[in-house]
């Protein structure tokens, strides 16, 4: 991943063309998981169930420091940053890997794309698809511009109640983002800057005497 900082997608973003009769729509957006990658792919496939092929590639990093034994020999792992693509259906390298091939060049991560078609008749070529599907990608980035980001680390925190005011009242303090669950017990959604992390456990912890538990979420 190297540095504190990492180029992501500020939000998300569309393209939309046609070439030769075909219709392409380039999707982005961020994705700070392998689930939230695979959860917004599921999302367009589902806006667009009846095209010719949807087309996926992310870029997410793993949360790890070292891989493990599940990325032994994956060529998709590189830098703990998981890569992978699809080519739905188009011939072999001309779709998902000149999709994922954007964000490589541009070095964006925790960013996932997707590249609708509606074939239109004409065969474009190999050559043909892969400057489609990388045009897809590269434009729905411009549109969602790219940003300089902190890796992050989600955490779920669940107290009592009596214990709820306390914490809430620190992550405010902290000024870090989270959600607020009211059930039986009080469930906390939180999104930490990676540095961050053991520091504000700790406070937690201490503030509770060590009855807020803490997972990852």
């Known amino acids: 991943m190297g540095g504190t900082t990492y180029r992501t997608v500020a939000g998300r973003g569309e393209s939309a063309f046609e070439v030769r009769g075909s219709e392409f729509i380039g999707y982005v957006a961020p994705a700070e998981s392998v689930d939230a990658a695979e959860s917004f792919i599921a999302e367009i496939e589902d806006l667009h169930e009846d095209a010719t092929h949807n087309v996926p ?99 779920a925190i669940a107290v009592e109640y009596d214990d709820s005011g306390t914490v809430r009242g620190i992550l405010e303090s902290e000024g870090v983002e989270f959600d607020a669950d009211y059930g039986e017990t009080v469930g906390f959604s939180v999104r930490v800057p990676v540095e961050e992390t053991d520091a504000l456990c700790d406070r937690l912890r201490s503030a509770t005497s060590g009855r807020a538990d803490i997972e990852d979420g």
Not at 100 to 116: K, M
């Open 57 to 155: 590639a992310y870029r997410v990093q793993s949360g790890r420091t070292v891989p493990d034994a599940a990325d032994a020999g994956n060529p998709d792992v590189g830098g703990f940053v998981r890569e992978w693509s699809s080519d739905d259906g188009e011939p072999t390298s001309s779709a998902g890997k000149p999709a994922l091939n954007v964000l490589q060049q541009r070095d964006i991560e925790n960013a996932v794309a997707v590249v609708t078609r509606y074939y239109g008749g004409t065969n474009l070529g190999v050559g043909g698809l892969v400057r489609a599907y990388s045009r897809a990608v590269k434009e729905a980035v411009d549109e969602a511009g790219v940003v300089e980001e902190r890796p992050h680390r989600r955490l």
